[in-house]
């Protein structure tokens, strides 16, 4: 069964939507900053994908977040979400959005949704760290994806 766009739109309302019930706990003290991110490489737990998924990114303090990146397919896809920071050290988040970018592929959708939690780790007292990001897909036999970024937060 080929995946509606009314789908990924159903999807994207109830992110928007749950992101903002929990803005007002979920962010964290206002000394974490913006966020200029470039997208390394990707692992999939099944074959035929590029794992180079070379891109850039920039968050915002609030957490809204918009970037572009090479996908699994060998395609451009642009993005925007929101990424909610669970703890007050910025560690731990689920990122929210959507991405274009996968419309002519086995994906099958222009704007598809992204819910994927993330970890992050730093040095003490540095500004650059790693995330590593779990695109989770729950559709039977799709694949799931784990993505390496580097992180300044200025």
Known sequence: ???????AWVALATAAALGSAL?????????RGAVAGLHLVSAH?????ES???GLYHRWASGVTVGAFH??????SAYGGWLWEIDD????????????GYGETAEGMDLAPIVAPTVRWAPAGSRWGLRLSW???????AAQVLHLSMEYRY
């Open 45 to 49: 737990d099944a074959p035929g994908f």
């Open 135 to 141: 695109f989770a897909d729950p559709r039977e036999g």
């Open 89 to 100: 050290a910025g560690r731990f988040g689920v990122f929210l959005g959507a991405a274009t």
């Open 1 to 7: 069964m080929k995946p509606t766009h009314k789908g």
């Open 71 to 76: 996908n699994s397919y060998g395609r451009t």
């Open 52 to 54: 180079r998924n070379w």
């Open 23 to 31: 803005t007002a706990r979920a962010q964290a003290p206002a000394e």
